[in-house]
């Protein structure tokens, strides 16, 4: 790309050295710069991208973009800006052409259920024939190939790469997860949504946000980024079972879709009932009441797919395709995902890592549990985060019969720092603090006896532990099975 034409959409203080003609590629990563590259300097919080600019240029790096003048060695042009972050989502969003304007884009925000509601949505654009890419904390899919992402929402510029690469795909459509932390950190800079959507807003993040007010406010960001052209077709979906929708409604001018179980709403449930692993309600409509059957579990997998189909809806898709869907969904991976086994119990994998996920997937497991069974719930969380909602969670965690208190990714925190704070929540005496995942999940098994339901909470899909920096190999599911083989298969 033309050099100039590329910077003519950023602030620029001053140019240090001779501008090359050309760009070839655009790199915020000192270890992935090609030759005759353009390198973005990005302060981080654990690093300083100034620090490898270096680096970029003996990586053939031909133009720097920082916020200081840097003494750099070799054929380099430096660009000076007042805010790198910044100017990497602009000039990201220039460089592919802004491709997000030639896919239907759906954001999908909220505390819990983004990754779950991403992927209802993607999976019913796939069965209703469209091509469709998927962004969020599982990865990157594309054409049902995974790729690895680091973060719920990547970075401005892997996610317009992300979206260009859809697009070149020819992908109809693309479902991204949008963070709070993604839409205050700008990632999400030139992102063209059509449908923005809200699962929920409750406690997590506020070693981050500070305040809920303000954490809910990096939420509202997404519903102001549907932009203010009224020509065009666009949509906001909200839960009417939350308070702050009303919020969000007023942040933009386009058609509202509501959804919910309690309150008036466009998609309402009736009649839940949740057996032989099927949910099953009434489906109450625009058009009409349908009766729905699934294979997704619990209550909030109903508010997840009402969310799913007012996106549909929105997008002219008509009701009974969108319904045929919905019977054939597939279960979220590591979201109350049970476990085929035939052993004489009930496992659940699941990701709930926040109060009320853990209150939500208590309920949907719950029809599992007959008189004189146990409910044994496991759950973890990460170390040198948000510690606030460490006591709610074990507060929720207490309506188990017993509890196993562990870690998920510890990264530097101490085991006993995270168990010990969760055990301040806990309501009663039937719980261990195992701060050894592995260990703490062999523990689980230990206590349960035939017919009892287990939830291994909090790690979902993922499949290794964070401790320290490095990342080890770790499955609740497959330490659970081989312990309970030993426990309960004789010979
Ligand atoms: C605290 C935080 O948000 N950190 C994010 C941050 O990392 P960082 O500040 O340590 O800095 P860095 O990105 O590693 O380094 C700064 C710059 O130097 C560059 N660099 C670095 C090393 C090197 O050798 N060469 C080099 O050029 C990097 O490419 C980068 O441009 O920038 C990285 C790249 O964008 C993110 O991957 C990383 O997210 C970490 C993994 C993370 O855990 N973030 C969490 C808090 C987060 O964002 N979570 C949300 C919400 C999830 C949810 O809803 O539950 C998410 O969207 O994932
Ligand atoms: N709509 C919902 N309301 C409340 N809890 C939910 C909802 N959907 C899912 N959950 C619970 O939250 C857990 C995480 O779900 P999911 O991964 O879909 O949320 P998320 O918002 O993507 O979370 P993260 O960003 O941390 O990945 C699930 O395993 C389940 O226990």
């Given at each position: 790309?033309?050099?100039?034409?590329?910077?003519?959409?950023?602030?620029?203080?001053?140019?240090?050295?001779?501008?090359?003609?050309?760009?070839?590629?655009?790199?915020?990563?000192?270890?992935?710069?090609?030759?005759?590259?353009?390198?973005?300097?990005?302060?981080?919080?654990?690093?300083?991208?100034?620090?490898?600019?270096?680096?970029?240029?003996?990586?053939?790096?031909?133009?720097?973009?920082?916020?200081?003048?840097?003494?750099?060695?070799?054929?380099?042009?430096?660009?000076?800006?007042?805010?790198?972050?910044?100017?990497?989502?602009?000039?990201?969003?220039?460089?592919?052409?802004?491709?997000?304007?030639?896919?239907?884009?759906?954001?999908?925000?909220?505390?819990?259920?983004?990754?779950?509601?991403?992927?209802?949505?993607?999976?019913?654009?796939?069965?209703?024939?469209?091509?469709?890419?998927?962004?969020?904390?599982?990865?990157?899919?594309?054409?049902?190939?995974?790729?690895?992402?680091?973060?719920?929402?990547?970075?401005?510029?892997?996610?317009?790469?992300?979206?260009?690469?859809?697009?070149?795909?020819?992908?109809?459509?693309?479902?991204?997860?949008?963070?709070?932390?993604?839409?205050?950190?700008?990632?999400?800079?030139?992102?063209?949504?059509?449908?923005?959507?809200?699962?929920?807003?409750?406690?997590?993040?506020?070693?981050?946000?500070?305040?809920?007010?303000?954490?809910?406010?990096?939420?509202?960001?997404?519903?102001?980024?549907?932009?203010?052209?009224?020509?065009?077709?666009?949509?906001?979906?909200?839960?009417?079972?939350?308070?702050?929708?009303?919020?969000?409604?007023?942040?933009?001018?386009?058609?509202?879709?509501?959804?919910?179980?309690?309150?008036?709403?466009?998609f309402r449930s009736e009649n839940c009932e949740y057996k032989d692993g099927l949910t099953t309600f009434d489906m109450i409509t625009p058009e009409g009441r349908f009766p729905v059957s699934m294979q997704l579990l619990g209550e909030f997998n109903v508010y997840n797919v009402l969310a799913a189909t007012a996106v549909l809806y929105s997008r002219g898709y008509p009701i009974d395709a969108i319904i045929e869907q919905i019977e054939v969904l597939e279960p979220v991976r590591g979201r109350m995902q049970k476990i085929k086994t035939?052993?004489?119990?009930?496992?659940?994998?699941?990701?709930?890592?926040?109060?009320?996920?853990?209150?939500?997937?208590?309920?949907?497991?719950?029809?599992?549990?007959?008189?004189?069974?146990?409910?044994?719930?496991?759950?973890?969380?990460?170390?040198?985060?948000?510690?606030?909602?460490?006591?709610?969670?074990?507060?929720?965690?207490?309506?188990?019969?017993?509890?196993?208190?562990?870690?998920?990714?510890?990264?530097?925190?101490?085991?006993?720092?995270?168990?010990?704070?969760?055990?301040?929540?806990?309501?009663?005496?039937?719980?261990?603090?195992?701060?050894?995942?592995?260990?703490?999940?062999?523990?689980?098994?230990?206590?349960?006896?035939?017919?009892?339901?287990?939830?291994?909470?909090?790690?979902?899909?993922?499949?290794?532990?964070?401790?320290?920096?490095?990342?080890?190999?770790?499955?609740?599911?497959?330490?659970?099975?081989?312990?309970?083989?030993?426990?309960?298969?004789?010979?």
């Amino acid at each position: 790309m033309i050099t100039e034409e590329l910077l003519s959409v950023i602030p620029i203080k001053h140019v240090i050295g001779q501008l090359p003609n050309t760009i070839k590629d655009i790199s915020n990563d000192s270890r992935s710069v090609q030759p005759k590259s353009l390198f973005v300097c990005i302060k981080g919080y654990t690093v300083d991208g100034h620090d490898f600019a270096q680096d970029a240029v003996n990586q053939g790096a031909t133009v720097v973009l920082a916020e200081r003048p840097l003494q750099l060695e070799g054929s380099v042009a430096q660009v000076i800006v007042p805010d790198t972050n910044r100017a990497l989502g602009l000039i990201s969003a220039k460089f592919f052409d802004y491709p997000s304007k030639d896919l239907t884009m759906i954001g999908v925000t909220g505390t819990n259920g983004k990754t779950s509601v991403s992927n209802i949505i993607h999976q019913m654009y796939v069965g209703l024939g469209e091509k469709s890419a998927l962004s969020g904390t599982i990865g990157f899919n594309l054409n049902g190939v995974l790729y690895e992402t680091a973060n719920t929402t990547s970075d401005a510029l892997s996610t317009q790469q992300m979206i260009f690469r859809a697009k070149m795909e020819g992908c109809y459509s693309m479902v991204m997860e949008v963070s709070s932390h993604g839409l205050s950190l700008g990632r999400l800079a030139g992102v063209d949504f059509d449908v923005a959507v809200f699962t929920n807003l409750t406690h997590d993040h506020l070693d981050f946000h500070g305040t809920m007010e303000e954490y809910g406010y990096a939420k509202g960001l997404l519903f102001s980024q549907l932009g203010q052209d009224l020509t065009k077709n666009k949509a906001a979906v909200l839960n009417a079972d939350d308070p702050w929708s009303k919020k969000y409604a007023a942040m933009t001018p386009y058609p509202i879709w509501t959804y919910g179980l309690k309150n008036e709403a466009n998609f309402r449930s009736e009649n839940c009932e949740y057996k032989d692993g099927l949910t099953t309600f009434d489906m109450i409509t625009p058009e009409g009441r349908f009766p729905v059957s699934m294979q997704l579990l619990g209550e909030f997998n109903v508010y997840n797919v009402l969310a799913a189909t007012a996106v549909l809806y929105s997008r002219g898709y008509p009701i009974d395709a969108i319904i045929e869907q919905i019977e054939v969904l597939e279960p979220v991976r590591g979201r109350m995902q049970k476990i085929k086994t035939d052993l004489p119990l009930h496992i659940f994998i699941d990701y709930a890592h926040t109060p009320d996920a853990i209150e939500k997937a208590i309920d949907a497991a719950m029809p599992y549990k007959k008189p004189g069974n146990k409910l044994i719930f496991l759950v973890g969380t990460g170390g040198n985060r948000d510690k606030s909602k460490r006591p709610a969670m074990a507060e929720k965690a207490s309506r188990a019969d017993y509890v196993v208190l562990t870690t998920d990714d510890p990264r530097f925190e101490d085991y006993d720092s995270i168990t010990g704070d969760l055990a301040k929540g806990m309501l009663h005496n039937n719980y261990a603090c195992i701060g050894d995942r592995a260990e703490a999940v062999r523990h689980a098994i230990s206590v349960a006896e035939p017919g009892d339901v287990i939830i291994f909470a909090g790690k979902g899909h993922e499949d290794y532990q964070i401790i320290g920096n490095k990342k080890y190999p770790h499955s609740d599911a497959e330490i659970a099975l081989e312990a309970a083989k030993l426990k309960f298969v004789k010979g």
